[in-house]
């Protein structure tokens, strides 16, 4: 019997549960490393090692161990550049170690943008209220080194930036801060695959946000609603994205917005995306699994994906009125009986308050949904999540 290829998983936590699946009905024998002993899919991998994020020693020594042939992670940020020197040296398929820090500090990540022509904000890093005189209040601030809207804010004045910006340093471990102009519209994410010098866009995502300061995902649809001709007009900045990054063997989660003066560029990252967007949702609106081509390209795999308009999909986040207390905790399985539904969680207890979202971090539950046509799919979200409101906080 021909002995199993061997990935080794880069975070072992709820947000790489999908790609440990799918490694595993690709026939791959799945090695597992987190910092944390007790990672919440460390039993869902064939072998698991506790590896501290900076230790490049100790990710050699698991490498050398197991005889790895590939290297993956999804919907995290953390590991990227160790990755990028782990593959440098065993010459897995993957980026420069230079994408990779490009990658993860946002203020460098957009010098890349202003070099290579890609539509951002702008922006500059500070480290005091009294560096951005010159700014039209409100701003955008966030951490250099951090995701999942973690410290990021929107400030209407100087007061609130300077309270602002101790929130996001709390979050960084660096001693800057960038802060950006504010950039009205609507937002969206752009799924993409980087390999043999190609960009493709695989899926257009739509966003919904909570109300600012805080701009935290609470719900994405495929496909997003936006015309042929700005669809035509990301392809082409995602593909100076490429070549400003240097994305290459890789996937990427754009996230932009449109307003009457254009498409701007948020930020990236060449990974999959996070909120089921690539696990979950592009699967059943495309035809295509993301993890699966991730996967292929990390053992060094021919992809061709060929993305089809299947279906719409969508996923919600549950955002009750803060302080207000659980009375019921929904029925899962009757819930997940409904028409529609795909998949649904929800991870507050009785008599638990309900907090104030501020990230990803603390969202308590969601509801993932599919249907034939944009109409059918909000009508019923709008449905559903009035209906298990009731349910929570009926007495």
Not at 38 to 64: L, R, S
Not at 266 to 284: C, H, K, V
Request: contains cysteine; charged residues 30%.
């Amino acid at each position: 019997m021909e002995e199993k290829k061997k990935v080794l998983i880069f975070g072992v936590g709820e947000l790489q549960r999908s790609i440990i699946d799918r490694a595993k009905k690709m026939g791959l024998y799945t090695v597992g490393i987190d910092p944390c002993a007790d990672a919440t899919c460390k039993d869902c991998v064939d072998a698991f090692e506790v590896v501290p994020g900076q230790d490049y020693e100790a990710h050699c020594a698991v490498v050398e161990k197991y005889g790895i042939d590939a290297i993956v992670t999804a919907a995290t940020d953390k590991p990227l550049v160790m990755m990028a020197r782990i593959a440098e040296k065993y010459g897995f398929p993957f980026y420069s170690v230079e994408t990779a820090q490009w990658s993860t500090d946002k203020f460098q990540m957009k010098e890349r943008f202003m070099d290579g022509g890609v539509p951002c904000a702008k922006g500059r890093l500070v480290k005091s209220v009294s560096e951005v005189e010159d700014f039209e209040f409100p701003v955008i601030i966030k951490p250099r080194d951090n995701s999942g809207s973690r410290g990021v804010k929107l400030c209407r004045s100087k007061e609130e930036l300077e309270a602002s910006m101790s929130e996001a340093l709390e979050v960084s471990k660096l001693d800057t801060v960038l802060v950006e102009e504010f950039i009205e519209g609507p937002e969206y994410s752009i799924e993409g695959l980087h390999h043999d010098g190609k960009s493709e866009v695989i899926q257009f995502t739509e966003k919904k946000t909570t109300e600012f300061p805080y701009n935290v995902e609470l719900g994405h649809i495929q496909p997003a609603n936006i015309s042929d001709e700005n669809k035509q007009k990301i392809r082409e900045i995602i593909a100076k994205i490429g070549k400003a990054l240097n994305f290459e063997n890789c996937p990427s989660h754009t996230e932009l917005k449109i307003n009457e003066r254009g498409i701007f560029v948020i930020e990236t990252s060449p990974r999959l995306g996070g909120d089921y967007i690539t696990s979950t949702l592009t699967p059943l609106s495309t035809g295509v699994n993301l993890e699966d081509e991730l996967l292929k390209i990390a053992l060094d795999g021919t992809i061709n994906p060929q993305p089809e308009a299947v279906q719409y999909s969508g996923v919600r986040f549950f955002d009750f009125d803060e302080g207000s207390v659980i009375k019921h905790v929904p029925d899962e399985n009757f819930v997940k009986a409904w028409p529609h539904v795909v998949d649904f969680s929800f991870n507050l207890a009785e008599g638990e308050k309900v907090n104030r979202i501020t990230s990803s971090l603390n969202r308590y539950g969601h509801l993932t949904l599919i249907a034939g046509n944009r109409e059918s799919i909000e009508d019923a979200f709008e449905k559903y999540e009035k209906a298990i409101k009731e349910q929570t906080f009926q007495n």
